[in-house]
Structures are given as C-alpha cells and as structure tokens.
C-alpha cells in the first residue's frame, strides 16, 4: 500500500501566484487533514474533512482554500501565496478520530 | 493558538535512560495521541489513549493521562539513540471539535550513544 501521498514535494513558488498541492489516500479513510509545519510550532491544522464533499476549518484556515470531491483526495489551494506561507505542508488521513492518523511524507513550499 | 503544549521543549539524555515528556491540553477531549517524527520525515503514530483510559503500555512506551489536570505524560524506557526524533501529542476533542486532530509544539529528544 501506498499510504498517504503528496504531490508535489517541493516547489518554489513566486509572491502572488496561486497552486494546488495533492494528497492521496488507498486506505478508504473518512477524515483527511492539511497541516503546516514551522520551526518551533508543531503542526498546526489547516483544514480538515469528514468525510467525501466535507471540509471545515482549522486553526489557521486562512489564505487557504480546500476540496474534498473524492474520498481518497484532499486539495490544498493557495490562492494567491504569501512569504508567510512558506513552510512544510503535511496531509495525512484515518479512518475515524479514534484510530491512528497516517501521515504524508510532507511538501516543502517556498514562496519568494 | 494550539490545543496542547509539550514540556520540556527539548531533552538530551544517554542511551540506557529513560526520557519523560509532558503535555497539557486545554479542552475536553475524546483521546489523545502521541507521535513521533524523524528529522525530515512525516509522523508516525505511536499509541492512543481514550479519555477513559489513565495508562497505557506499548512495548518501551507508557502513557499516562489525567483528564482532571488535562496533562498526560508519555514515558520511554531504556531509550535508544534511534528514540532520537521529535515527539509530539495530538488531541481529538469532543462534540464541535470531533474529527479535528490538533497537535502540540513538540519535544525535541536526544538520545546519546
């Protein structure tokens, strides 16, 4: 099994301009999560969904948007990027809240 | 601002020691998790404790939890320079906050051959 896979895992992206980053589950999971990862402040949840056309906002949802049209895909879209938004973008999946997540292996994003 | 804090935020210890890491939570929960990530890597989960469990064991690891400090503390025993990553406790919480995992800042160990 595959697991939890994010496209792309780097990119270097210009102030402005907009992209979309994938996240992919095969283990059939309801609940999907996007975090950020900055040094010194843990993961801090981005969006997050229940369930297939589901998503609700997390701790820092904004300049972010998301969609959940599939069950085993998570979009993350950046509109309209910002330095600020420069860090490490992990995605990651379970099957209810009371099982383990599993993680992706993250997308490091720059935004010069 | 975030659901949990770890204390200490880093710990260096010698491999044989035992490594203690606690984390306070602000909101009632329905289980806690904790998990670890190595330098550059995604996390892995390493064990799950239900609001109605106080302990749990999974081979070095031992978890406590104590819903009326909202603090638990995750124990591991003889640690190993391969214990060497960052830990982290996440929260799931109850009736408006279900389904969302939140984590904590982390702790940085260090384990010294």
């Known amino acids: 099994n595959a697991g939890v896979t994010q496209t792309p895992k780097f990119r270097v992206l210009k102030t402005g301009q907009s992209m979309t980053l994938l996240c992919a589950q095969d283990m059939n999971h309801e609940y999907m999560y996007w975090y950020r990862q900055d040094p010194g402040m843990g993961l801090r949840l981005i969006h997050y969904s229940v369930g297939e056309g589901t998503t609700a906002k997390g701790e820092v949802p904004d300049g972010y948007n998301v969609s959940r049209l599939k069950k085993q895909n998570f979009l993350l879209g950046l509109e309209s990027a910002a330095p600020s938004q420069t860090s490490v973008y992990f995605c990651a999946s379970s099957d209810t809240p009371n099982t383990e997540a599993f993680f992706g292996q993250g997308t490091r994003l720059t935004v010069v | ?113």
Request: hydrophobic content about 30%; aromatic content about 6%; proline content about 2%.
């Open chain 2, 1 to 113: 601002s975030q659901q949990g804090e770890e204390d200490p935020q880093a710990l260096s210890i010698q491999e044989g020691e035992n490594a203690t890491m606690n984390c306070s939570y602000k909101t009632s929960i329905n289980n806690l998790q904790w998990y670890r990530q190595n330098s550059g890597r995604g996390l892995v989960h390493l064990i799950l404790i239900r609001s109605n469990e106080r302990e749990k064991h999974s081979g070095r690891l031992r978890v406590t939890l104590d819903t009326s400090k909202k603090s638990s503390s995750l124990l591991i025993t003889a640690s190993r320079a391969a214990d060497t990553a960052s830990y982290f406790c996440a929260t799931v919480g109850t009736s408006d906050s279900w389904g969302k995992l939140q984590f904590g800042a982390g702790t940085q160990v260090v384990v010294t051959p």
